[in-house]
């Protein structure tokens, strides 16, 4: 099972002191933070893509690059993608070209975007955000895995004896995860595909996340890629540590008040009863994170948002030294001891190298 970190890039005012990083400031940070992500033995460190403020990333690639360079080990992904707004050509060209330069230490996750105003800057529109889904990812699918395409769709030009440059490393392109919050027609997207499903688990409780997770693991078995228990799931969410739970509500609490996506609606009392955000002593994070399992099964990817609502620097390094020493390896060794024998661990370039390597030699034995 791989752990690591997401960021979705806000640049947002410290309410404890008043700060306000400029966007150098928050750029250079996040690759402090994805080194850092690594050093203390992460496994996984994703990177959000935004067009408006109070947003920096609206270019992942680029920034992922410059963390890959800087790094040995750490796999690189999105969280998320925008496949309604951005061309799947590019998409196709940006992330193999990435996985070139990473070694392959690279996947990515898709989504649909949640903020109206970017579709038509884009020369798009918001409500087709669920045909432009589906209908890009399967351009994207099949340029990845043909060499020359022929494409007629509804929402761009035609294609013609097209390749894509370059072709993806080992000609086995990055593997997918479709990230979705509410959409169940995303989720059988994932199933269709045999591709991963990501559910953000951050603002619904979680009967909601495990009635999308349970509708993709029935249609991929549906669709024959394996049983339901072998899908591809990955879980986000946040959590904010101190070695004594009454010191992280604390200081906390002036963070959540305030947050872009949080602030100024249910209590911080009432969101961490109600949804997955957990906030309180390291003990408490195992226990809450072990919990996911059951109600969504065994899964193959875990990853906390621990940058986000202003928190400086310095705290998100600390709060990544406690998930790092206390919280990943219990629950390294914990998911480790219950997942059966026939689940998969999540995918990595490598593993699917080989797994298409073998089904080669079954073809020629």
């Known amino acids: 099972?791989?752990?690591?970190?997401?960021?979705?890039?806000?640049?947002?005012?410290?309410?404890?002191?008043?700060?306000?990083?400029?966007?150098?400031?928050?750029i250079k940070d996040i690759v402090t933070i994805a080194k850092h992500a690594e050093e203390v033995g992460l496994d996984v460190f994703a990177l959000g893509e935004h067009h408006n403020e109070p947003?920096?990333?609206?270019?992942?690639?680029?920034?992922?690059?410059?963390?890959?360079?800087?790094?040995?080990?750490?796999?690189?992904?999105?969280?998320?993608?925008?496949?309604t707004t951005n061309d799947p050509v590019k998409i196709a060209e940006d992330f193999a070209m990435l996985q070139h330069l990473a070694d392959g230490r690279v996947d990515l996750t898709l989504g649909r975007g949640n903020t109206g105003p970017v579709y038509p800057w884009f020369g798009k529109?918001?409500?087709?955000?669920?045909?432009?889904?589906?209908?890009?990812?399967?351009?994207?699918?099949?340029?990845?895995?043909?060499?020359?395409?022929?494409?007629?769709?509804?929402?761009?030009?035609?294609?013609?004896g097209f390749t894509s440059t370059p072709r993806p490393l080992d000609e086995v392109p990055p593997f997918v995860w479709h990230g979705s919050i509410r959409s169940p027609e995303i989720a059988e997207q994932a199933a269709y595909y045999g591709d991963g499903f990501f559910?953000?688990?951050?603002?619904?409780?979680?009967?909601?996340?495990?009635r999308m997770v349970q509708l993709y693991r029935q249609?991929?078995?549906?669709?024959?890629?394996?049983?339901?228990?072998?899908?591809?799931?990955?879980?986000?969410g946040q959590v904010f540590m101190n070695k004594n739970s009454q010191d992280a509500v604390k200081q906390f609490r002036p963070y959540f008040d305030?947050?872009?996506?949080?602030?100024?609606?249910?209590?911080?009392?009432?969101?961490?009863?109600?949804?997955?955000?957990?906030?309180?002593?390291?003990?408490?994070?195992?226990?809450?994170?072990?919990?996911?399992?059951?109600?969504?099964?065994?899964?193959?990817?875990?990853?906390?948002?621990?940058?986000?609502?202003?928190?400086?620097l310095k705290m998100v390094l600390e709060q990544l030294d406690l998930l790092g020493s206390e919280v990943v390896p219990v629950l390294r060794k914990e998911f480790a001891a219950l997942k059966p024998a026939h689940v998969p661990d999540a995918p990595t370039h490598a593993s699917r190298v080989a797994a298409r390597d073998s089904k080669k030699d079954e073809v020629n034995a």
């Open 219 to 236: 249609r991929f078995e549906h669709y024959g890629h394996g049983s339901a228990d072998q899908a591809i799931v990955g879980l986000g």
């Open 125 to 160: 529109d918001i409500r087709a955000g669920i045909p432009l889904a589906l209908e890009n990812y399967a351009l994207l699918n099949k340029l990845w895995r043909e060499h020359t395409v022929d494409w007629q769709g509804k929402f761009r030009t035609p294609l013609q």
């Open 258 to 312: 305030n947050a872009p996506v949080y602030g100024h609606g249910p209590t911080l009392e009432d969101f961490t009863r109600e949804t997955p955000l957990t906030v309180g002593s390291p003990q408490q994070v195992i226990d809450r994170t072990l919990g996911f399992r059951e109600y969504v099964g065994d899964y193959q990817r875990q990853l906390f948002l621990m940058d986000h609502a202003g928190l400086p």
């Open 55 to 83: 947003f920096f990333s609206s270019s992942p690639t680029t920034t992922l690059a410059y963390i890959a360079a800087q790094t040995k080990t750490l796999q690189l992904s999105t969280a998320t993608t925008l496949i």
């Open 1 to 26: 099972m791989q752990f690591g970190i997401f960021s979705v890039s806000d640049i947002t005012t410290d309410p404890t002191t008043g700060h306000t990083p400029t966007e150098a400031e928050r």
């Open 199 to 210: 559910a953000n688990h951050i603002f619904w409780p979680a009967s909601h996340t495990q």
